[in-house]
Nanobody
Framework: QVQPVESGGGLVQPGGSLRLSCAAS????????MGWYRRATGKQRDLVAV???????NYADSVKGRFTISRDNAKNTIYLRMNSLKPEDTAVYYC??????????????WGQGTQVTVSS
């Protein structure tokens, strides 16, 4: 079964940094767009950043200049480097991946989420 798995969340002080990772595992033929989304308590899930298999990126305005998404295609992994963190960045961060499986099936898959808390 194909599954993205996030890691790297935690508690950090305002102004601090954190790096999230998401590795997709399973019977994978290819992965297209991968990205990070987040959901703060009581709010909808929003886009944070996405990266295509060609390396093109897109960011939410609220994180531009502070967050950097990167990708290692050989490892089926993406990263999110988060700098200058603010309390409003507190949320559950989810990885999303458009995966083409060896079986021929293609779909969008979500990870289970990782909590990021920015607080002093």
């Amino acid at each position: 079964q194909v599954q993205p798995v996030e890691s790297g969340g935690g508690l950090v002080q305002p102004g601090g940094s954190l790096r999230l990772s998401c590795a997709a595992s399973g019977s994978i033929r290819s992965i297209y767009t991968m990205g990070w989304y987040r959901r703060a308590t009581g709010k909808q899930r929003d886009l944070v950043a996405v990266v295509t298999n060609g390396g093109s990126t897109n960011y939410a305005d609220s994180v531009k200049g502070r967050f950097t998404i990167s990708r290692d295609n050989a490892k089926n992994t993406i990263y999110l480097r988060m700098n200058s963190l603010k309390p409003e960045d507190t949320a559950v961060y989810y990885c999303n991946a458009n995966i083409w499986e060896q079986s021929g099936r293609q779909g969008w898959y979500w990870g289970q989420g990782t909590q990021v808390t920015v607080s002093s």
